[in-house]
């Protein structure tokens, strides 16, 4: 699969921009600030129909203005993919696939695989658990339409179980039957989800371990690690038993919205004992490791987004990545740097076509 064209009026910081894309590797280079993760972004923002940096979407019109359209021509599996995503201030945001515009925006997942290496990832190894439950969900829902609705559903009957917690609270009143249906509901979606998560980490860890020593060229040992209360309790029970912290806290206290991955190198966590290189090298192993998955599963190749990825890797780690994307296991990518000049030595080293755009 790949990109051809892309143009952006609005967008961020752009007002109106026109590019075509080599079918294996684009550049953009220039000073911070310019606006080459906004392309990348924007490309982000086809594929998935939000932005991976900003989801307050009215934040990505640009200032003064009061709406943006993305238009990218995509070619997949011999086919023309034509998608539009346009937002007008204080309007729904629409996509279109070759002009038709989707009733619901789940349907558009998974039709542009993409995966994107950049330095927000580092969130996924400092920020909370909801951080590394969207990754594991973003990677499974690329590729299972029911893993999405059973989210989708699972998500709206604990909002709906919040609200019942806080209007029995407010009302001093309680109704344990009223709460057993979607305690029932929230059993039924959540142990699905469960199972899914599980059979998918069984597949991707190792997939995961195998790109970390080909990045790093080394046997450092890290480990991922699946946790969640339903796997000595079903959901059910875990209920059953919070049932008092639930009402006293106003919320539900248990479930697979609480789930986590915990990330670890020679056996602790790699947020307090590994270097900014090592977790460096993880998150893009991290990534990597969707990248194959995710092309196991759909049998499209994504495309791959390195965005600013180079700087405080020491130049081991950049060939052993650049050796990794050189081969028939990639298709297009794009990539952002700040030196013209490492760019090009780099990317020469890949023995594929190239284009340099300089913003």
Same mark, same amino acid.
């Given at each position: 699969?790949?990109?051809?064209?892309?143009?952006?009026?609005?967008?961020? !910081?752009?007002?109106? /921009?026109?590019? #075509?894309?080599?079918?294996?590797? @684009?550049?953009?280079?220039? $000073?911070?600030?310019?606006?080459?993760?906004?392309?990348?972004?924007?490309?982000?923002?086809?594929?998935?129909?939000?932005?991976?940096?900003?989801?307050?979407?009215?934040?990505?019109?640009?200032?003064?203005?009061?709406?943006?359209?993305?238009?990218?021509?995509?070619?997949?599996?011999?086919?023309?993919?034509?998608?539009?995503?346009?937002?007008?201030?204080?309007?729904?945001?629409?996509?279109?696939?070759?002009?038709?515009?989707?009733?619901?925006?789940?349907?558009?997942?998974?039709?542009?695989?993409?995966?994107?290496?950049?330095?927000?990832?580092?969130?996924?190894?400092?920020?909370?658990?909801?951080?590394?439950?969207?990754?594991?969900?973003?990677?499974?829902?690329?590729?299972?339409?029911?893993?999405?609705?059973?989210?989708?559903?699972?998500?709206?009957?604990?909002?709906?179980? !919040?609200?019942?917690? /806080?209007?029995? #609270?407010?009302?001093?009143?309680? @109704?344990?039957?009223?709460? $057993?249906?979607?305690?029932?509901?929230?059993?039924?979606?959540?142990?699905?989800?469960?199972?899914?998560?599980?059979?998918?980490?069984?597949?991707?860890?190792?997939?995961?371990?195998?790109?970390?020593?080909?990045?790093?060229?080394?046997?450092?040992?890290?480990?991922?690690?699946?946790?969640?209360?339903?796997?000595?309790?079903?959901?059910?029970?875990?209920?059953?038993?919070?049932?008092?912290?639930?009402?006293?806290?106003?919320?539900?206290?248990?479930?697979?919205?609480?789930?986590?991955?915990?990330?670890?190198?020679?056996?602790?966590?790699?947020?307090?004992?590994?270097?900014?290189?090592?977790?460096?090298?993880?998150?893009?192993?991290?990534?990597?490791?969707?990248?194959?998955?995710?092309?196991?599963?759909?049998?499209?190749?994504?495309?791959?987004?390195?965005?600013?990825?180079?700087?405080?890797?020491?130049?081991?780690?950049?060939?052993?990545?650049?050796?990794?994307?050189?081969?028939?296991?990639?298709?297009?990518?794009?990539?952002?740097?700040?030196?013209?000049?490492?760019?090009?030595?780099?990317?020469?080293?890949?023995?594929?076509?190239?284009?340099?755009?300089?913003?």
């Amino acid at each position: 699969m790949q990109l051809r064209q892309l143009s952006l009026i609005n967008y961020k !910081n752009f007002e109106s /921009k026109e590019l #075509a894309f080599d079918a294996k590797i @684009n550049c953009f280079v220039g $000073a911070n600030g310019i606006g080459k993760t906004n392309i990348l972004d924007a490309i982000y923002h086809l594929c998935f129909g939000k932005s991976y940096f900003n989801p307050v979407s009215s934040q990505n019109i640009r200032h003064g203005s009061d709406f943006f359209v993305i238009d990218g021509t995509f070619e997949k599996e011999n086919r023309e993919e034509k998608i539009v995503c346009s937002l007008k201030k204080n309007n729904k945001k629409i996509i279109k696939r070759n002009g038709k515009a989707y009733d619901r925006f789940a349907d558009h997942i998974g039709l542009l695989p993409l995966v994107i290496i950049s330095p927000a990832d580092r969130d996924l190894i400092i920020e909370g658990s909801e951080t590394r439950r969207k990754f594991i969900d973003g990677v499974i829902s690329q590729s299972d339409k029911s893993y999405l609705q059973n989210l989708i559903n699972y998500n709206k009957v604990v909002s709906q179980r !919040n609200a019942l917690l /806080k209007y029995f #609270a407010a009302n001093r009143t309680f @109704n344990k039957d009223t709460l $057993a249906v979607y305690d029932e509901q929230m059993h039924t979606y959540g142990s699905e989800i469960f199972k899914k998560r599980t059979t998918f980490l069984e597949s991707f860890i190792p997939i995961f371990q195998e790109q970390y020593k080909a990045i790093t060229g080394n046997t450092e040992n890290v480990s991922l690690t699946y946790e969640s209360k339903l796997k000595s309790n079903d959901l059910l029970s875990l209920l059953s038993k919070s049932l008092d912290k639930d009402r006293a806290l106003q919320y539900t206290s248990v479930g697979v919205h609480k789930d986590d991955l915990s990330f670890e190198i020679s056996e602790y966590p790699i947020k307090k004992f590994g270097s900014q290189g090592q977790q460096k090298s993880f998150l893009i192993a991290l990534k990597f490791a969707q990248f194959h998955f995710m092309k196991s599963q759909s049998g499209t190749t994504p495309i791959l987004i390195l965005d600013d990825i180079f700087d405080k890797l020491d130049e081991n780690r950049v060939s052993h990545i650049i050796t990794l994307v050189n081969n028939e296991n990639f298709g297009q990518i794009f990539i952002s740097d700040t030196h013209a000049d490492r760019t090009e030595s780099i990317v020469k080293k890949i023995h594929q076509s190239y284009k340099i755009f300089k913003l």
